[in-house]
């Protein structure tokens, strides 16, 4: 596969997405992992704090481009000739709503969803549940890398 790209919110980046990063990355000469820019949406980290953790996080990957986009996935798809995305599943309970999504875009541009399932220790980590437990001083350090625990410290200090 030539190019494919990873799109989603990384509020923050997870070692569950970076999995999948690194995965991904093996399919395809390019991947593009495109953060989700929703200005109506409320987020813990902005546009440039998530592309600059992602950045420095996928830098022992020499084919991954990090980028951003709004408005619809399948528009940016199009105008970067990007003909499939790549979504991780951690169970079941992504299924209905990812199968929804992948349906939908392929219907709009015939853009294909390729998924990968989640290994099983990353299984469990979602950023909401990072964002959740740091902000309750729980140990989430475990579940991102080390600039996005110092980020999460800094970010609940202020
Ligand atoms: P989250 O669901 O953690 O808020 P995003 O909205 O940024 O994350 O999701 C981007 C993509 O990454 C989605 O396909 C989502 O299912 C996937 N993903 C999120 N966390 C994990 C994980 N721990 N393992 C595998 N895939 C994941």
Redesign the pocket.
């Known amino acids: 596969m030539e190019k494919a790209c990873?799109?989603?919110?990384?509020?923050p980046f997870?070692r569950?997405?970076l999995?999948?990063i690194e995965r991904a990355s093996c399919l395809c000469s390019q991947l593009t992992v495109a953060v989700i820019d929703n200005p109506a949406k409320r987020h813990l980290f902005s546009l440039e704090e998530r592309k600059e953790m992602l950045q420095q996080g996928v830098s022992h990957l020499g084919n991954v481009v990090i980028d951003h986009f709004q408005g619809l996935l399948v528009d940016y798809l199009k105008d970067r000739q990007i003909g499939v995305a790549i979504?991780?599943?951690?169970d079941s309970s992504?299924a209905p709503v990812?199968m929804q999504m992948a349906r939908l875009n392929r219907q709009m541009s015939g853009c294909e969803t390729l998924w990968l399932a989640?290994e099983g220790q990353?299984?469990h980590?979602?950023?909401?549940f990072v964002r959740e437990i740091a902000r309750l001083g729980g140990p989430y350090q475990n579940w991102v890398t080390p600039l996005v625990a110092q980020r999460m410290e800094a970010k609940l200090a202020q």
């Open positions: 990873y799109p989603g919110s990384f509020d997870t569950g997405h999995e999948i979504r991780g599943l951690r992504d990812e989640a990353f299984l980590i979602s950023s909401s």
